[in-house]
């Protein structure tokens, strides 16, 4: 894109939680992430992921909210050196995240949904039959 | 060239955006194997999906997020809306594409 230093400041406005990314906590990701943690799992979060994956490196997973007022959704995997995986804050879109992500290990990978200041979650188990984080 | 290739479908009021963007999401954690040195850190940090303008998505990714992301969202619009994939990686480089639905 030639026009791209054209393009709205905002766009580019997207700002990186760096302590949220850098904590090995699962809580305290989230503490940084939405200032609550302690997630209520909740079937209203529907998690999509495959029951083994052979590569660990390239993990399919959907997440999707039904919670009402959803404004947030995040991919966690507990095990992973950093739990959290990605964040999407939506403005007007629908609660819905899809992406591939890496895996170390078999773990449960958790998407956690933030609804007027509470946390939704819900977890599915992914066994790994190749790690994701070596070489 | 840009380093962002979308697929956007139109139902309705809402567009489904699929998105696979060339980057090596490099985690800072593994080694060179000819040099034995560490590879540094390289991977998207921010990223924005727009309609005509307006952010409809902000997220962030990470070293956990695969190599050569792949994202899929529903954002609402309709045909011929304006769509705009924005990102930052940690290392400052940036890129953007726009496309009509």
Same mark, same amino acid.
């Given at each position: 894109m030639q026009l791209a230093w054209l393009t709205p400041r905002a766009v580019l406005a997207a700002a990186w939680p760096e302590k949220a990314y850098s904590t090995k906590g699962f809580d305290e990701a989230l503490n940084d992430l939405f200032g609550a943690s302690n997630p209520t799992?909740?079937?209203?979060?529907? #998690?999509?992921? =495959?029951?083994?994956?052979?590569?660990?490196?390239?993990?399919?997973?959907?997440?999707?909210?039904?919670v009402a007022g959803t404004d947030n959704i995040a991919i966690l995997v507990k /095990?992973? =050196?950093? =739990?959290?995986?990605?964040?999407?804050?939506?403005? /007007?879109?629908? =609660?819905?995240?899809?992406?591939? #992500?890496r895996m170390g290990k078999t773990d449960n990978v958790i998407g956690v949904a933030?609804? /007027? /200041?509470?946390?939704y979650m819900a977890e599915k188990q992914v066994k790994v039959t190749i790690g994701g984080c070596g070489g | 060239m840009s380093t962002i290739k979308m697929?956007?479908? !139109? *139902?309705?009021?809402?567009?489904?955006? $699929?998105?696979?963007?060339?980057?090596?999401?490099?985690? +800072?954690?593994?080694?060179? $194997? !000819?040099?034995?040195?560490?590879?540094? *850190?390289?991977?998207?940090?921010?990223?924005?999906?727009?309609?005509?303008?307006k952010p409809a998505v902000?997220?962030?990714?990470?070293? *956990?997020?695969?190599?050569?992301?792949?994202?899929?969202?529903?954002?609402?619009?309709?045909?011929?809306? $304006?769509?705009?994939? *924005?990102?930052?990686?940690?290392? +400052?480089k940036s890129d953007t594409a726009t496309q009509t639905a």
């Open positions: 799992e909740s079937k209203d979060v529907t #998690i999509k992921a =495959p029951d083994i994956a052979e590569n660990g490196a390239v993990v399919p997973v959907t997440i999707e909210s039904a /095990g992973n =050196p950093t =739990p959290l995986v990605a964040n999407f804050k939506f403005d /007007g879109a629908q =609660p819905f995240a899809s992406t591939r #992500i933030h609804a /007027g /200041g509470k946390l | 697929r956007i479908s !139109a *139902a309705g009021d809402v567009l489904d955006i $699929k998105s696979l963007i060339e980057q090596v999401m490099e985690s +800072g954690r593994m080694k060179d $194997k !000819a040099t034995g040195k560490l590879i540094p *850190a390289n991977y998207i940090q921010t990223l924005t999906v727009s309609v005509n303008d902000e997220g962030n990714l990470s070293v *956990a997020v695969s190599k050569n992301p792949y994202i899929n969202f529903k954002v609402p619009g309709k045909k011929g809306d $304006k769509v705009t994939i *924005a990102y930052t990686t940690n290392l +400052g």
